[in-house]
């Protein structure tokens, strides 16, 4: 036996994460607990410290040994039960069964209600009497701090005279600990010098190394069943290892039954205050996993950051090269997360996401397609619906009565204000994949920038609510023409319907839309198509927010064609994927995807047209059902799910998970918006002013906008031409090329935008609209061309 002595085999192999298919999520309600935990095939995998977007760990399980004839990974040879012993609470039993039946392993988890320990109470029962008194338990810890398996450090500790094992990594240190004390312990390098290499061997433990330095690590220590076959593991963090072992012992010195009634207590103090469980399937079972699951993905110290997943999508396939995982902020998915809580009746962590929004906007509106918890912008792309969503959910809260002495003209401005000046092409859709014309962005847009009208008019400011309410007629009146083809092939007799995008560049601003001919390059691998034969559900998002009514001709032939291109039948009930040609997703073969695959069905796209069968008067209760039998036995609902026939050996099983992210926020907050909107009888996320003006009233549009960021060639005869600008200009313009010419000044919209309205509707058809912007600085330099269409040319807005 070697003892006291350094780990052969550094650096370890390479470092790998562990399955995205997670059984639960955890942390303590309160704001000092600043720990996280998941869970999967029975097991502790990431444990977050000391922000939600910081995975330190891999996994945490037993290895349990005769000692003569086998050595069982808990996590790959045991039969794993996922239970939820108390109410309205992320509090987890864990019940590991021995596939033969001679023993069991009875685990229940919590965190340390007000320090950041993990706490693991375990009882042995052993069913086989030939077993009793020879069964050993080993608990093996993979440390993967601060985000990586690479340059860890770990030894042998004994502060406060207890049996610990310590791992650091720059500032960050973990306390490995057991109640009672470990009897042996060991750290060695994974996959030479590491306890699964050492137990695998000959079932017994032979290396006792003290350190193991800068490499992928592992920890183990056998624990002591010599008193009794119940114990409590703990996992403590800190800044240093006095301050990681002290909250350890701390957590350890307080019994477990206490630390769990206190745990236990703090969630069920955030149950809904509406009560929404009459109005689903199974009582409300899902719907209290969800709101917890939702509040949980909250950051403890950058309060109202809530982060996508607590999970890496395929992450038994990525190394540390890969910061893979959705434990970043999306601001679609937050406001998502924010608004289905507010369907619960909170209102607290919803504002604090506003609020957090309004700190990580920048002053010219815009905000960063996903950031860290600190609001550091991650991917830079940019997606004008999530420049929109802090709208929807600035009116939302001042709805419920929930701003509190926050005001949200600043954010809500500042974001209408970039709208207008960058919009409508967006250089990202909700999927991240293309640029153009996007059915679901412009549904956002419409609706966020008539609530910035609402909110304008609450201050009396009714010239920036009149232009407001113009630009936004002027976005609905084209709708049809910008992203409806004409030619459609996919459903014989239903060639007019919307398409998934019509692809322009946001750069180009004298690009025209063209639905029926336009070329759409797809994401990950999934070819060039016409865009008039790649459909989607985005534009749904249009009878949800109130843009067009549930029984609009063109949204019903719409959802034809992606029922019987997109639908897929599954043994819960009916799932959707996002688009035909989608390479998003799990390869046919059961594989991982690993920058193309094929797109599966989505609960969320369950969800949503759930919605639109709410909205159309049908009853939504067969896809609420559906959805609660797409959970895991957990409560757990993924990101995608297998929609092809069975894999052999269960490899992939049809409607059950792929290895994408679960459980996905976005997922639960559809969920639990269904569920509300099923009460009320109306979509939850409908807003109002949207719903009158163009869903029943129809309001059309008698102006034409023009910006240098979306130019408009062509316009109708009769209508307007106005010109907005982001700063005060004249237009010098002329109607007869420049025989004579008239000035314009702009005036000032209220919010960072000024326009100027040319006479157009007074000239005729066939005129042709010559003018530049003379800038405070000087002259554009360059002239503009509107062309007056006649009564038989179609008007285009590129």
Same mark, same amino acid.
């Given at each position: ?94 019940? @590991? ?32 009497? =030939?077993? $009793? ?16 398996? #690479? @340059? ?86 800190? $800044? ?20 769990? %009634?206190?745990? /236990? ?23 209290? /996993? ?5 509040? *949980? ?34 601001? $679609? ?30 002053? +010219? ?41 926050? @005001? ?6 500042? !974001? ?26 412009? *549904? ?8 910035? *009208? %609402?909110?304008?008019?609450?201050? #009396?400011?009714?010239? !920036? ?30 060639? &007019? ?16 839309? +063209?639905?029926?001919?336009? %070329?759409?390059?797809? !994401? ?42 997109? =639908? $897929? ?8 994927? &996002? ?12 594989? !991982? ?15 949503? &047209? ?84 163009? *869903? ?17 060639? &062509? ?84």
């Amino acid at each position: 036996m070697n003892k006291n002595s350094i780990a052969f085999g550094a650096p370890g192999i390479e470092p790998r994460w562990t399955s995205s298919a997670k059984d639960g999520i955890g942390t303590a309600y309160h704001s000092s607990a600043c720990i996280w935990f998941t869970l999967s095939h029975g097991i502790i995998n990431e444990i977050y410290f000391p922000h939600v977007d910081t995975p330190n760990t891999r996994d945490l399980q037993f290895l349990i040994t005769d000692g003569e004839s086998f050595c069982h990974e808990e996590r790959r040879d045991l039969l794993h039960q996922t239970e939820y012993p108390e109410p309205n609470a992320l509090l987890y039993r864990l019940t @590991n069964a021995d596939r033969a039946g001679r023993y069991r392993l009875v685990k229940e988890i919590v965190v340390d209600p007000h320090s950041s320990v993990l706490l693991m109470h375990t009882r042995l029962e052993v069913l086989d009497p =030939k077993l $009793r008194g020879k069964l050993r338990l080993y608990a093996l810890l993979a440390p993967h701090m601060k985000g990586t398996g #690479k @340059n860890n450090s770990a030894w042998l500790c004994g502060l406060g005279g207890r049996k610990l094992i310590e791992a650091q990594r720059e500032g960050v240190d973990l306390s490995f600990g057991c109640a009672p004390d470990f009897t042996r312990r060991s750290v060695g390098y994974v996959g030479f010098s590491d306890g699964w290499q050492d137990l695998m061997d000959n079932f017994t433990m032979d290396w006792e190394f003290d350190e193991a330095a800068d490499g992928n690590i592992a920890l183990i220590g056998e624990v002591d069943l010599s008193a009794g076959l119940e114990f409590t593991l703990g996992v403590g963090f800190g $800044r240093s290892s006095q301050s990681a072992c002290a909250h350890l012992l701390q957590a350890l010195a307080t019994p477990f039954a206490d630390q769990r %009634e206190k745990y /236990v207590r703090q969630w069920q103090r955030t149950c809904a205050k509406v009560d929404l469980s009459a109005h689903t399937k199974d009582g409300g079972s899902l719907m209290r /996993v969800s709101q917890c699951l939702l509040l *949980a993905h909250e950051d403890k110290i950058f309060q109202g950051a809530f982060v996508a997943s607590l999970s890496i999508p395929w992450g038994d396939t990525k190394d540390d090269s890969d910061r893979g995982g959705y434990h970043l902020v999306w601001t $679609r998915d937050m406001v998502q997360t924010a608004t289905a809580l507010l369907a619960c009746g909170q209102t607290e962590s919803p504002l604090r996401a506003l609020i957090w929004l309004a700190c990580v906007q920048a002053a +010219d509106g815009s905000l960063p397609q996903n950031s860290s918890i600190r609001g550091e912008p991650y991917w830079k792309g940019m997606q004008l619906d999530e420049v929109a969503v802090p709208i929807l959910l600035a009116w939302r809260l001042q709805q419920a009565d929930a701003l509190r002495q926050f @005001n949200p003209w600043t954010l809500v401005s500042r !974001a209408a204000r970039y709208l207008i000046l960058h919009g409508p092409v967006t250089a990202q859709e909700r999927w991240e994949e293309n640029s153009g014309y996007s059915p679901s962005t412009l *549904a956002t847009i419409i609706a966020s920038v008539v609530c910035t *009208a %609402e909110f304008a008019r609450g201050r #009396k400011d009714h010239l !920036a609510a009149d232009f407001l309410l113009d630009y936004a007629d002027w976005l609905s009146a084209h709708l049809e023409d910008w992203m409806v083809t004409s030619r459609g092939e996919l459903v014989q007799g239903k060639p &007019r319907h919307y398409v998934r995008i019509t692809p322009a560049d946001p750069k180009q601003a004298m690009a025209s839309p +063209d639905p029926d001919h336009a %070329e759409l390059v797809i !994401a990950n691998g999934g070819g060039t198509h016409p865009a008039r034969n790649i459909v989607g559900g985005d534009f749904l998002h249009l009878v949800r927010l109130g843009v067009r009514a549930a029984d609009d001709p063109l949204i019903v032939d719409s959802l034809a064609v992606i029922d019987h291109v997109l =639908k $897929r039948d599954l043994p819960q009930g009916a799932g959707w994927r &996002r688009y035909n040609h989608d390479g998003y997703g799990q390869k046919a073969d059961g594989s !991982a995807y690993d920058g193309t695959g094929e797109g599966r069905c989505w609960p969320i796209l369950s969800g949503e &047209r759930a919605h639109y069968e709410l909205a159309a008067g049908r009853d939504p209760m067969p896809i609420i059902e559906a959805m609660e039998k797409f959970a895991n036995e957990g409560g757990m609902l993924s990101e995608q799910l297998w929609d092809d026939d069975d894999l052999p050996e269960g490899k992939m099983m049809r409607g059950s998970p792929t290895g994408a992210a679960m459980p996905l926020c976005w997922s639960h907050a559809e969920y639990v918006t269904l569920v509300r909107s099923h009460k009320d009888g109306v979509c939850f996320d409908r807003i109002e002013p949207v719903y009158q003006r163009y *869903a029943k009233d129809g309001t059309g549009s008698t102006i034409e906008m023009w910006t240098l960021a979306h130019q408009s060639q &062509r316009i109708a005869h009769g209508k307007t031409l106005r010109i907005i600008t982001g700063k005060a200009v004249t237009i010098h313009w002329s109607a007869d090329g420049w025989a004579t010419a008239n000035d314009l000044a702009t005036r000032d919209a209220g919010f960072g935008c000024w326009f100027g309205d040319l006479p157009s509707a007074q000239l005729s058809a066939g005129v042709r609209i010559v003018f530049t912007i003379v800038w405070q600085e000087g002259w554009e330099g360059k002239d503009f061309q509107v062309e007056i269409a006649a009564s038989n040319q179609t008007p285009i807005t590129g």
